[in-house]
């Protein structure tokens, strides 16, 4: 007999931007915020969530973010442990809904999950009583990378109400993606999904308000504030879509490029980069380039969001 | 030598009071139906029959038996997740006196031995007729032809790969004319694999907000335009399973307006429900075909008003819990529907208007039948004594745990529901009756 299902009220946990409100966002941001590192200062160690422990759980490869959820939760206080998909029972054929309970019946406080499949933490955490943070799932959400994308933004702009922020490449199945979308949309800015038609469901329009689709990347970076590149995620077509040795002549972005967008335009990726694939070196090595401001955010960004699924706050 | 068999007492039944709707000579008033040793033995107005068992179906509607032209029983090969008799019972309770069931198990029903072990274990453990669907091709490998011709003599009342559809269309058109030959048509679960693959919900808004991989309409229309296509050259009948997209729909209308031989069915989720309704990456919401769009669900609506849609059929499809426990993509396809079939197109499609109860009854009995013309669905004296009662004012909530099937797999759990099965009667006996509702 199936387990009844937790009503969705008793859930915590942040599975998504999608479901947030702005306001939620902001206490985020906010707070985030306050745990950046100010100039000149060596990163601070606090003791807000001593004696909670935090599992990670990554069933699919990560380094940025399975390393940046661990530091976040030891700056912090927490006691921590990360497991990674390849060492752990999955392997041996238990089912996801097994193995977290099983973590789950050793009470942890927080299990921060990775996986290949689109909408696995939200499927468990229709069982599973224990809060769950969404560190990616398959091409649906990556909430915390969208959070630290916005407090990036705002390192350079004053709001996102009004900015032109243009995201290229693979958006059919990027998370990033779409956890983007939701966070500029509901914060009002107007957002430009650019890439190859195959790569670019035309339903992508209908995520938010404020979307325009293009396939031409010129478009797509012309007045933009800022630049998103998105990696191909090869490993999740199941044939190629696309003629890959032509991608870097009509999606990748080049120096040439930059005449179109505003004077003070930044230009952000999520990593991993590929070099010559959809960004060449002098973009990604140029000042515009705030690739490493994103993966400092990416700490003080989980370290708000840890503390708010499993602090007092 | 001659067997002289012990003298039995005659069986009968007298179902009394209730309000017949018999499609096939126009009955849709309070008759009495008398069955004797398994066939009808008369139909009038007030039947008097003092040793007869009596069934009172006063409020209720009595109709031909219904017929599932669309089952997965799984046995043999899969038992875990149902058996010809748990699949029988289900059916039963769902108000089905006979239903068919498709050859996709362990092994296939590629040969007149499987179809002749499908035949024996329903006479002895089934509480409903079962008749078996053989497959096209051998293993539904979708290569070379089954035994077809000698199925037939074993039992079987159409072909079909379901769910392995045959993608080679020069096969597809040899096992048209082959079957026609035979009487048999052809049942094909229309889907080009190379445009579905990978997919796991209907691809659209939803497919992209939540993620997922989307099985396009196109992968079901561009088989649709082949079988019809392939069954004006061959002259053979094709039957369209499971229908769900508004350009199918509409080409098989378009179909028979030119005396194209192509029928249709639809299930009650794909009336039912749309890709909206997917929540919470819940596996019961995932089958083939997906749920559709809204249009397609109107076009649905509207090929059931007017008669592009012969029959309705569950597509029963029984997992076991832990295969639909999983991530969305990792789960099979298929949900459970014999229990809530009648009650699902009394909500969707009478209540609102849309058909008429006799028109219900017809897609339930002559409508399938006449698509695999197999002589059922009707009553008439001398003829099989199934008969279905149902009710429309019955209220009663679907718990899936307390279902007759092996398997819980379905999108309708705890749903509230006004009418259903009220009883069900093969062959003068009464296999199943609606629990009496216990006062609280």
């Known amino acids: 007999m199936p387990p009844e299902p937790i009503p969705s009220t008793a859930r915590r946990g942040l599975l998504g931007i999608e479901t947030l409100e702005r306001d939620e966002i902001q206490w985020l941001l906010d707070r985030g915020h306050y745990h950046k590192r100010k100039p000149g200062e060596s990163a601070k160690k606090l003791d807000t969530l001593r004696g909670k422990s935090i599992v990670n759980l990554f069933f699919e490869p990560s380094t940025r973010t399975r390393a940046s959820f661990e530091i976040a939760a030891k700056r912090l206080g927490a006691d921590t442990i990360s497991i990674s998909g390849e060492g752990s029972s999955l392997s041996k054929g238990e089912s996801l809904v097994d193995t977290l309970n099983t973590l789950a019946a050793m009470l942890p406080d927080t299990i921060v999950m990775r996986h290949s499949a689109s909408g696995a933490p939200q499927f ?12 990616g799932d398959g091409q649906h959400e990556h909430p915390t990378q969208a959070l630290l994308d916005a407090l990036t933004i705002l390192d350079y702009r004053p709001t996102l109400e009004g900015l032109r922020v243009s995201i290229i490449g693979d958006i059919g199945h990027s998370r990033v ?29 209908e995520l938010a308000p404020g979307i325009l689709l293009t396939n031409d990347i010129v478009e797509a970076i012309t007045d933009a504030d800022v630049i998103m590149m998105l990696r191909v995620q090869l490993e999740r077509q199941n044939v190629l879509n696309f003629p890959k040795n032509e991608y870097f002549q009509f999606y990748g972005l080049q120096w040439e490029h930059f005449q179109r967008a505003k004077p003070d335009a930044i230009v952000m990726h999520p990593g991993p980069i590929n070099r010559g694939r959809e960004i060449s070196s002098e973009v990604a090595d140029s000042p515009r ?25 | ?41 008369a139909i009038e107005p007030r039947i008097e029959a003092v040793d007869a068992e009596v069934v009172d179906a006063g409020g209720c509607f009595v109709a031909p038996g219904f017929l599932d032209i669309h089952v997965h029983l799984r046995e043999p090969g899969i038992e875990h997740a149902e058996t010809i008799e748990t699949g029988a019972k289900a059916a039963a309770a769902g108000g089905f006196t006979s239903v068919c069931c498709m050859p ?31 497959a096209i091709t051998k293993g539904s490998k979708g290569e070379q032809l089954a035994e077809i011709g000698a199925m037939k003599k074993a039992g079987i009342v159409a072909i079909s790969d379901d769910g392995r559809p045959v993608m080679n269309s020069r096969v597809m058109r040899r096992a048209m004319e082959y079957a026609a030959s035979f009487g048999l048509t052809v049942i094909d679960h229309c889907e080009d694999l190379n445009l579905s693959m990978g997919g796991d919900i209907h691809e659209g808004a939803q497919s992209v907000r939540l993620g997922l991989r989307g099985i396009p309409g196109c992968s079901e229309d561009v088989m649709v335009a082949r079988d019809i296509i392939l069954s004006e050259v061959t002259g053979g009948a094709v039957h369209i399973a499971h229908i769900s997209t508004r350009n199918a729909i509409e080409m098989v209308r378009h179909a028979r307006r030119l005396g194209i031989r192509v029928t249709s069915e639809v299930t009650p989720h794909h009336f039912a429900l749309t890709d909206s309704d997917i929540a919470g990456y819940d596996g019961n919401y995932k089958m083939k075909p997906p749920l559709r769009g809204h249009i397609d669900k109107q076009a649905a609506l509207e090929g059931i008003i007017d008669g592009v849609i012969d029959a309705i059929a569950t597509d029963h499809a029984p997992h076991t819990g832990n295969m639909k426990m999983q991530e969305l993509e990792r789960c099979p396809f298929g949900v459970t529907g014999l229990e809530t079939a009648i009650a699902l197109t009394l909500e969707e499609l009478v209540y609102p208007g849309k058909i008429s109860l006799k028109h219900m009854v017809e897609l339930f009995t002559t409508g ?5 013309g197999l002589e059922r669905g009707r009553l008439f004296v001398g003829g099989p004594g199934d008969v279905t009662l149902f009710s429309t004012s019955r209220e009663w909530v679907f718990d899936v745990n307390e279902s007759q099937s092996k398997s819980k797999n379905s999108p309708f759990h705890g749903r509230r529901f006004r009418g259903g099965p009220a009883a069900t009667i093969v062959a003068g006996k009464t296999v199943w009756q609606a629990p009496v509702a216990v006062a609280a």
């Not at chain 2, 399938?368 to 695999?372: C, F, G, S």
């Open chain 1, 124 to 135: 468990l955490s229709r069982f599973l009583s224990t809060p769950i943070i969404n560190a």
């Open chain 1, 177 to 205: 993606a779409r956890s983007n979308v939701y966070l500029l949309s509901k914060f009002g800015a107007d957002i430009v999904l650019c890439g190859p038609a195959t790569m670019l469901p035309r339903p992508l329009a």
């Open chain 1, 289 to 313: 380039s705030v690739i490493l401001n994103q993966v400092e955010n990416g700490v003080a960004i989980r370290m708000a969001v840890l503390e708010k699924v499993c602090g007092d706050c």
């Open chain 2, 1 to 41: 030598m001659e067997i002289v068999e012990a003298e039995q007492e005659m069986s009968r039944l007298l179902i009394k009071d209730g309000h017949l709707i018999e499609p096939s000579s126009g009955i849709d008033e309070r008759r009495d139906v008398l069955i004797e040793d398994g066939r009808v033995a």
């Open chain 2, 104 to 134: 996709n198990t362990i092994p296939v029903n590629d040969s007149p031995t499987v179809t002749s072990f499908i035949v024996e274990r329903a006479r002895h453990s089934a509480i409903v007729n079962v008749f078996p669907i053989g």
């Open chain 2, 368 to 372: 399938p039948a006449r698509v695999i």
